[in-house]
């Protein structure tokens, strides 16, 4: 009799019976999901509205103007004016997301004071981080090409800052290729002055040893001998004897005159290639070149991105109103356990 009792009150939950319940309960359904509704919308209003832009790039496929331009590159990989592939899209992502360019763009437009972040509070450069994150963000696409997007709190702002960002990843990596290029600039230059000097000391033996009569040795030996074989069978004695001198001079300098002529020579091709090295090295240490193409520049958007007041009324109403109908159904079953339990 009490377990027939129990199921005949008409406050018992029956979960087969789902609409029957939600019209029993309406009122306070109704209620408070309307208020959620007029407090959420309500709330939305005081949300600072967020405008976005968006640059558009694809990386280029080579980052140095000397292999480009002064380089023959017969299988056309070098090329300034092809478009880069995935490695060179994973590159301009790590260095969009450097130190550099964050603090460059948060000094630039004081972003501790956009985002209203002071300066005296706990950890500001961490709250900092966490803002820039959710408010510029990087990604690549399916064509591989990369697109920055950008929040900010004035649609302007959000342009400019996005355009700069792409410019900054210009200046980064010419600023991290120049530095390595002007460390290999020196290398080279001190290579070259180290032949070059050389070269000059071989220049000065070679000099020394003409000063003798030795000008081009191989033709003067082979007339020399010539003459003097001649003078020999001719009984010419005394003009035999003075190319005799003459030939152990040569006999004396000859072998030291061709190992430095020799030397010489290397030691001038070494310097055209250290020549031309360095007017290759010279260039990358030196000039600045676009690393991108952009598709898209970020122009000042017409609407706010953010909030989306109805999606946040709907989502809150919606929310309050399943709450609300779970804290009921909760309520209903405990009641129901505690009747039994009498």
Do not use: C
């Amino acid at each position: 009799m009490e377990h027939q009792k129990v199921t005949e009150n008409p406050s018992d939950f029956d979960s087969t019976n789902l609409i029957a319940f939600l019209y029993k309960y309406r009122k306070p359904l109704i209620i408070l999901s309307f208020s959620a509704a007029i407090i959420s919308a309500i709330a939305s209003f005081f949300i600072r509205e967020k405008y976005l832009s968006t640059v558009v790039l694809f990386p280029a496929s080579t980052s140095s103007i000397s292999k480009s331009v002064m380089t023959e590159d017969a299988a056309g990989k070098n090329d300034i004016v092809a478009f880069g592939e995935e490695e060179q899209a994973e590159q301009m992502l790590q260095i969009l997301n450097s130190d550099m360019i964050r603090s460059t763009i948060r000094d630039k437009y004081d972003l501790m004071k956009h985002y209203r972040i002071k300066g005296d509070e706990k950890y500001p450069i961490t709250k900092f981080n966490k803002m820039w994150e959710s408010n510029v963000t990087y990604k690549r696409t399916e064509f591989l090409s990369i697109r920055i997007d950008v929040l900010a709190f004035n649609p302007d702002t959000a342009a400019l800052i996005a355009n700069d960002i792409a410019q900054l990843l210009d200046d980064a990596k010419n600023k991290m290729q120049q530095d390595r290029a002007k460390e290999a600039l020196q290398v080279i230059e001190a290579e070259f002055n180290k032949f070059q000097a050389h070269l000059e000391l071989v220049d000065d033996s070679i000099t020394k040893i003409r000063e003798r009569g030795l000008q081009d040795f191989e033709t003067q030996i082979e007339m020399l001998s010539e003459q003097y074989y001649r003078a020999l069978a001719e009984g010419n004695s005394s003009g035999a004897k003075k190319l005799e001198e003459k030939l152990s001079v040569f006999s004396k300098y000859g072998s030291a005159y061709m190992a430095l002529f020799t030397n010489a020579e290397y030691e001038r091709e070494r310097l055209i290639m250290l020549r031309s090295k360095y007017e290759e090295t010279k260039v990358d240490a030196t000039q600045n070149i676009p690393h991108k193409f952009v598709v898209n520049q970020a122009y000042p958007a017409e609407k706010k991105e953010y909030p989306i007041r109805w999606l946040i009324v709907v989502i809150s109403t919606i929310s309050t109103f399943l709450l609300t109908a779970i804290a009921i159904i909760a309520v209903e079953n405990y009641k129901r356990i505690t009747e039994k339990a009498l």
